[in-house]
């Protein structure tokens, strides 16, 4: 399935290893999972990723991240879980220094790029992907490895509830058990923690919550003055959505919410009924039929009357 990018990557030495921007855990999981693959393949290999939500700190490997490529040129770019090059955490300049690039994504609207893409949406994740990608690369699953692929596939799929979860993605999770997975650790540091300043958060959108269309449509936008005096940093502000949604009868949710460098990123979560990556296509954004999101080019009431509309038109 692999065999030209894994003939790419035994030609190379120098390799970065990237994912989109605003890394969750299914990009973080897959990155670090391939960069310890390679690793072990005794590449030179480097983990090009913005910063992350606190929360992913306990996973192996990750403090190894860096800002930005180093060097002139790099013989290979591994990029995971993204699913159009201009949302790849390497600037258009970073990506052009790549020798090759190898494309691994399951986004069902996808852009294809790169010399080596493997695009497939029945998988549950980047990370699902990547597991068959470090089996063909021949490298051994250690601890670590699989943790950090089980992080992802457990992330992307919401606890191995949603639809995206198949018999193949519980097989595989079933290995990646054996292969010493830390499964209780992983639950408890990122489904059954959480602080009090995000208690807060979520208390101020529930607090704004508003409702359209009957119940079908939850709504609610926290400004970044207010996540700011909650002491929460950007990527720590996301995950209201799915409270939202949670509400019976709800068909979308969305979450919208002011951030730093005063853009203001929009989170839509659907039951099913409702393909959202549509919508957050039409309006320049990304994602998958029950999660997507794009950043809001309008001012807040502008901006939320056109979503609003949009949402309304699919009902
Ligand atoms: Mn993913």
Same mark, same amino acid.
């Given at each position: 399935?692999?065999?030209?990018?894994?003939?790419?990557?035994? /030609?190379?030495?120098? @390799?970065?290893?990237?994912?989109?921007?605003?890394?969750?855990?299914?990009?973080?999981?897959?990155? &670090?999972?391939?960069?310890?693959?390679?690793?072990?393949?005794?590449?030179? +290999?480097?983990?090009?990723?913005?910063?992350?939500?606190?929360?992913?700190?306990?996973?192996?490997?990750?403090?190894?991240?860096?800002?930005?490529?180093?060097?002139?040129? *790099?013989?290979?770019?591994? #990029?995971?879980?993204?699913?159009?090059?201009?949302?790849?955490?390497?600037?258009?300049? !970073?990506?052009?220094?790549?020798?090759? +690039?190898?494309?691994?994504?399951?986004?069902?609207?996808?852009?294809?790029?790169?010399?080596?893409?493997?695009?497939?949406?029945?998988?549950?994740?980047?990370?699902?992907?990547?597991?068959?990608?470090?089996?063909?690369?021949?490298?051994? &699953?250690?601890?670590?490895?699989?943790?950090?692929?089980?992080?992802? @596939?457990?992330?992307?799929?919401?606890?191995?509830?949603?639809?995206?979860?198949?018999?193949?993605?519980?097989?595989?999770?079933?290995?990646?058990?054996?292969?010493?997975?830390?499964?209780?650790?992983?639950?408890?540091?990122?489904?059954?923690?959480?602080? !009090?300043? /995000?208690?807060?958060?979520?208390?101020?959108?529930?607090?704004?919550?508003?409702? &359209?269309?009957?119940?079908?449509?939850? *709504?609610?936008?926290?400004?970044?003055?207010?996540?700011?005096?909650?002491?929460?940093?950007?990527?720590?502000?996301?995950?209201?959505?799915? *409270?939202?949604?949670?509400?019976?009868?709800?068909?979308?949710?969305?979450?919208?919410?002011?951030?730093?460098?005063?853009?203001?990123?929009?989170?839509?979560?659907?039951?099913?009924?409702?393909? @959202?990556?549509? @919508?957050?296509?039409?309006?320049?954004?990304?994602?998958?039929?029950?999660?997507?999101?794009?950043?809001?080019?309008?001012?807040?009431?502008?901006?939320?009357? /056109?979503?609003?509309? #949009?949402?309304?038109?699919?009902?």
């Amino acid at each position: 399935m692999f065999n030209e990018a894994i003939e790419m990557v035994k /030609k190379s030495n120098l @390799i970065y290893v990237s994912a989109h921007i605003n890394p969750d855990g299914d990009a973080i999981g897959s990155t &670090f999972a391939v960069y310890f693959a390679l690793k072990k393949l005794g590449k030179d +290999v480097h983990v090009v990723m913005p910063s992350y939500s606190e929360v992913f700190e306990f996973l192996p490997g990750v403090e190894d991240r860096v800002d930005g490529i180093k060097e002139d040129k *790099y013989d290979l770019l591994i #990029a995971l879980d993204s699913s159009d090059h201009s949302r790849l955490a390497i600037s258009d300049d !970073e990506y052009e220094r790549a020798e090759k +690039v190898i494309m691994l994504d399951h986004h069902q609207i996808a852009r294809p790029y790169g010399d080596f893409r493997y695009i497939n949406d029945n998988k549950s994740s980047a990370s699902e992907i990547a597991y068959l990608f470090i089996k063909e690369l021949g490298v051994e &699953f250690d601890s670590n490895i699989a943790t950090l692929l089980y992080t992802g @596939i457990m992330t992307d799929t919401g606890s191995f509830n949603y639809s995206n979860t198949s018999s193949d993605t519980l097989r595989v999770t079933a290995e990646l058990v054996d292969y010493g997975a830390k499964t209780v650790e992983v639950c408890k540091k990122l489904n059954d923690t959480i602080k !009090e300043s /995000k208690l807060k958060l979520l208390a101020k959108s529930i607090d704004n919550m508003e409702v &359209f269309y009957d119940g079908k449509v939850r *709504y609610t936008y926290v400004d970044y003055p207010t996540i700011n005096s909650l002491g929460i940093h950007d990527e720590d502000a996301e995950g209201m959505t799915n *409270y939202l949604r949670s509400v019976e009868g709800t068909e979308v949710a969305v979450y919208v919410r002011g951030k730093s460098d005063g853009s203001l990123k929009v989170s839509m979560r659907s039951n099913g009924n409702v393909d @959202i990556s549509k @919508i957050a296509i039409s309006f320049g954004g990304g994602g998958h039929p029950r999660a997507a999101g794009y950043t809001m080019q309008d001012e807040i009431e502008v901006g939320k009357e /056109k979503l609003i509309k #949009a949402i309304g038109e699919m009902l």
